[in-house]
């Protein structure tokens, strides 16, 4: 059992997706990759005066979520409508990077929720260079527009999956 709890640790904070543990809207546990990508912003993102939704840009364009959308936190937003794919602005280093963000509840009692950011930027940067392509040129669209959807359809499927037992065990655990 101890080796199971192990292997959730190492999944967890080797992970390239910024994951934080949260309890409501408090972050109480982060990986290594959400602590290197917020080190510029945030010395401690455990201490309690730190709020995720600040981070959030208010990012006109659909699919992006920030504090405040539609009279909601990000988070009531999300956990209210969890079928929706949610996306992130922050800027870092006068760069705006876009996350797929992600919400599951692991403990209701305790309302103890993963929050996952999986960046699109570099997806982003690319479908954004292919709809300018798409503009200019028609020789070329049928070949961009397919590319084009083969990046929205990675920016959909490119989140962690994984299974759990019902005693709460990782079981399954995709690479993403």
Known sequence: MESL????ETVFQDSKV??????NEKVIKTNKAMRDFFAPLCEDMLSDGVYMGSFFEPVNHFGYIYDGFNALSWFEYV????????RVGIIRDAKLFTFALSLRQMDA?????????????????????L???????TKESEKAQFLLS???KAMTTSTLVY???LDGYITYANDA
């Open 109 to 129: 009692k305790n309302s103890i929720y993963l929050l996952e950011l999986n960046d699109l930027t570099d997806i982003i940067g690319y479908k954004n260079s």
């Open 150 to 152: 083969q990046c929205d």
């Open 79 to 86: 956990v209210k409508n969890p079928e929706h794919d949610n």
């Open 163 to 165: 299974r759990c037992s």
């Open 5 to 8: 709890n192990l292997s959730y």
């Open 18 to 23: 910024l994951m934080a543990i949260m309890q």
């Open 131 to 137: 709809e300018d392509e798409i503009k200019v040129s």
